[in-house]
């Protein structure tokens, strides 16, 4: 009786802290603004990983054909017709613990470039989004803000 | 996931190339829901694949330590209401799975106007094996809507992939 009580008690708690790091995980799920708010960029969840799409575009449209913004500089010709609203500049994050998430990369549209991509989450409004190649000490962080504010 | 059927069809081609055999599996009817209301600019559908080749190899013979490359052949898609694609601007086509970067395979843009099917253009490039040695796959389509809508969205699609195995 006692050897089954404890058997529920840890599955109890196994169950319980895989959904606490699952929930603590999704605190990235919303919509955010780089720094220079030329966009706007909506976190989401597919399988049990963190992807960011292009959901609006301070300046939509390319100045030189006048149409709406397409992934010009793709080094596949067959995809740069993909539009930019709806891009997927950060993809793959997994959860790491505390306030980071790793393993992904984020894509300039500008450049056609990818790089490796480290997130941490200054508060639950604030993203520290830090671009590099190779190691993580030589890159660059941009601050991007949630877009619907909540509660610090 | 919601879907009506699904048919895996299983066309071996007898030409070979070399030491190497070329399978195509196609899924059919795939269908891809987005919930209304949506809103302007990218919805996002997905559907799960669940051991996705183990079937179509089997039963050429193989199995997924011969799998020497898989490319997206051909993606179609079309929609099951009469409004058809004309709210639609565009639809990439990626995948995504948890041990491999997601990969864009497919897109058409613009959908032309009046369109039953779209027929997107699919990456040449694209190599796909790492996602089909694994046990789930994410299909994900992004469909750009031009205005918001209060009707959910709902796409199927036939989609063909082409397998190089070796003998």
Redesign the interface.
């Known amino acids: 009786m006692k050897n089954l009580l404890l058997l529920v008690l840890s599955t109890f708690t196994l169950f319980t802290n895989s959904i606490s790091a699952q929930d603590q995980g999704d605190r990235i799920i919303g919509i955010w603004e780089p720094s220079n708010g030329k966009a706007r960029v909506k976190v989401?969840k597919?399988?049990?990983?963190y992807?960011g799409?292009?959901?609006?575009l301070k300046e939509p449209n390319d100045p030189e054909t006048g149409k709406?913004k397409?992934d010009k500089n793709n080094?596949?010709?067959?995809?740069q017709?993909?539009?930019l609203?709806?891009y997927?500049l950060l993809?793959?994050f997994n959860f790491k613990s505390g306030n980071e998430w790793d393993g992904g990369?984020i894509y300039d549209p500008e450049n056609g470039s990818t790089y490796d991509c480290v997130i941490t989450m200054k508060d639950n409004n604030t993203l520290d989004i830090r671009g590099f190649i190779g190691i993580s000490a030589f890159g660059r962080t941009d601050v991007w803000k949630r877009l619907q504010t909540q509660k610090k | 996931m919601k879907i009506l059927f699904q048919i895996i069809a299983v066309s071996v081609m007898l030409a070979s190339c070399g030491s190497d055999q070329t399978i195509t599996y196609t899924l059919k009817d795939v269908e891809f829901t987005a919930e209304g209301p949506l809103f302007e600019?990218?919805n996002?559908m997905?559907y799960e694949l669940a051991n996705a080749i183990n079937d179509t190899l089997k039963k050429a013979g193989f199995t997924k330590d011969q799998l020497e490359k898989v490319q997206l052949k051909s993606a179609s898609f079309s929609t099951t209401d009469s409004v058809g694609f004309s709210a639609f601007?565009?639809i990439?086509l990626?995948l995504?799975?948890?041990n491999t970067?997601?990969t864009?395979a497919?897109?058409i843009?613009p959908i032309p106007a009046g369109a039953k099917n779209a027929e997107l253009?699919?990456?040449?490039?694209?190599e796909l094996t790492d996602f089909f040695i694994q046990d789930?796959i994410?299909l994900?389509t992004?469909a750009?809507l031009s205005k918001d809508q209060d009707a959910s969205a709902q796409f199927k699609a036939n989609i063909v992939f082409e397998l190089t195995v070796s003998k």
Not at chain 1, 53 to 56: A, F, G, R, S, T
């Open positions: 989401e597919i399988g049990t990983r992807y799409k292009i959901v609006w709406p397409v080094s596949d010709a067959n995809l017709n993909v539009p609203k709806g997927r993809k793959d990369t | 600019g990218p996002t997905q601007n565009s990439t990626q995504a799975a948890q970067p997601m864009n497919g897109v843009n253009t699919v990456s040449k490039e694209a789930k994410f994900v992004d750009n």
